[in-house]
């Protein structure tokens, strides 16, 4: 992909979405007898609150007709009737380009649902991850190559602007290699978002032709560095992080529909802190639909474990139930998003662990003169930590004193 043709990359920030969660679709039982029910719109009135987040870009969890929770795909052409039709999505797609806003699908190309029409044709030589529901393809296929491409353009022409990948760590690189340079003929402008949760990230990134990859080591690093009270874990994982921009930026966050609530997961009043770090260091970032008003839940590992990190939203914004709580996460979510949006060049910057404790961290991300530094602090005591040159207090509670930051108990600080 040309450099020009993938700039509007540089400069987006996601609003990640469930879609049959979020429009409280029937995931398992009951699921509306086959009917077409209109549930995308519900989506379309969110929209608005996409933009007052300071957000550009909107990723859909999987649209297309499945027989549970929308991985178990049985047609990639087809819109889950639980969610609409085909002119739902149109509608959607050019409702957020009105606006700005770009739109990235979810396609699930390493399984299929065991009732896809197709399955005796597709199939490879087992099921995913002991899913049973869940079988794979044979990415040897021309067939299976065919489909994919032919899906992505399909979506591609109708207005999307790229794809996440599902499952992409479970598919040989060089299945990719062969499909995407066929989507991108097309469609040059697509960017290709691959999920990997674990492996050698340039190596895939490298070998396989996708643009970028979900960075799963880092949310590990934010999530234990802060629940654990062990910075250097998170130290660890920047170093590791920079280290991936020699190849490509990866795709960052700190929640989405298969993990732990960040709010649980580092407690609330460590959200800041985890928050902090998402939008000052290089990536991509997405904000999990939710986070940005500290929902909690607990992602269980049983059957329906996921519908607690997957809820229901209201039919607009304003029915969000109004708590301070609500209300303190929604203002540092925004404040964060403009933060970073008045500093592109963050997109791709490297960081550098200026000093670690178990319990505090300063971090500076800059590109030549220009510089963010985070100082954390997750100690029931106040901190006195390196300023790392900074001259201004941004955004947290720390206090700017003798070339040094005062931070208070739990505090935090964001200075340039």
Known sequence: MSASARAWVDHVTWWHVYPLGFTGAPIREGADEGRIVHRLPHIEAWLDHVIDLGLNGILLGPVFASTSHGYDIVDHFRVDPRLGDEDDVRRLIAAAHDRGVRVLFDGVFNHVGREHPQVETLRGDGVFEGHDSLVELDH??????????????????????????????????????????????????????????????????????????????????????????????????????????????????????????????????????????????AGTPAVYAGDEYGFEAVKAERIGGDDAVRPAFPPMPDEVEETDAARDALRLTRDLVAFRRRRPWLHSAHTDVVETTNLTLVIRTAVDDDAAIVALNIGDDEAVVAAAGAGQLELGDGALADARVVLPPHGWAILT
């Not at 970028?212 to 880092?218: I, K, N």
């Not at 990866?250 to 609330?268: E, K, S």
């Open 140 to 281: 040897d296929s021309e067939v299976v190559r065919d489909l994919a491409v032919d899906a992505m353009t399909f979506w591609l022409d109708r207005g999307i602007d790229g794809w996440r990948l599902d499952a992409a760590y479970a598919v040989p690189p060089s299945f990719w290699a062969s499909v995407l340079p066929r989507v991108r003929k097309r469609h040059p402008h697509a960017w290709f978002l691959g999920e990997v949760i674990h492996g050698d990230y340039s190596a895939i990134v490298r070998e396989s032709g996708i643009d970028s990859v979900t960075q799963y080591e880092l949310w590990q690093g934010i999530w234990h560095g802060i629940a654990d009270g062990n910075f250097f874990e998170l130290a660890h994982a920047l170093g590791r992080h920079v280290a991936l921009l020699d190849t490509f930026v990866p795709a960052t966050f700190v929640g989405n529909h298969d993990v732990t609530r960040i709010a649980t997961a580092v407690g609330r009043r460590h959200l800041p802190h985890a928050l902090a770090v998402l939008f000052t260091v």
